[in-house]
């Protein structure tokens, strides 16, 4: 068994920070990678950020220089900071584990930029 949830999500201005958090739980036996998804409206879900357990770490074009994804192997969370938010961000953001090849998914949270 094996619970993803993730939090922080919510209402900023274009320009606004946010930071998302990401905790998973249960038979936890070799996390692969984690990684922030997002789904905007009438769009496929993309890849925002990833890091896999050596360490190596991805983000999409759109978001490089401006979010950060970090994680703390102890407390098998992953977080991503976000700062100078753009209303093209808007969406809902979705973490994913990979346990033994096989994903994992919470079940998202909205986060939306908006004047």
């Known amino acids: 068994q094996v619970q993803v949830v993730e939090s922080g999500g919510g209402l900023v201005q274009p320009g606004g920070s946010l930071r998302l958090s990401c905790a998973v739980s249960?038979?936890?036996?070799?996390?692969?990678?984690m990684g922030w998804y997002r789904q905007a409206p009438g769009k496929q879900r993309e890849p925002v950020a990833g890091i896999r357990s050596g360490g190596t770490i991805n983000y999409v074009d759109s978001v490089k220089g401006r979010f950060t994804i970090s994680r703390d192997t102890a407390k098998n969370t992953v977080d991503l900071q976000m700062v100078s938010l753009k209303p093209e961000d808007t969406a809902v953001y979705y973490c994913n584990v990979e346990i033994l090849n096989k994903n994992y998914w919470g079940q998202g949270t909205q986060v939306t930029v908006s004047s």
């Open positions: 249960g038979s936890i036996f070799s996390i692969s990678a």
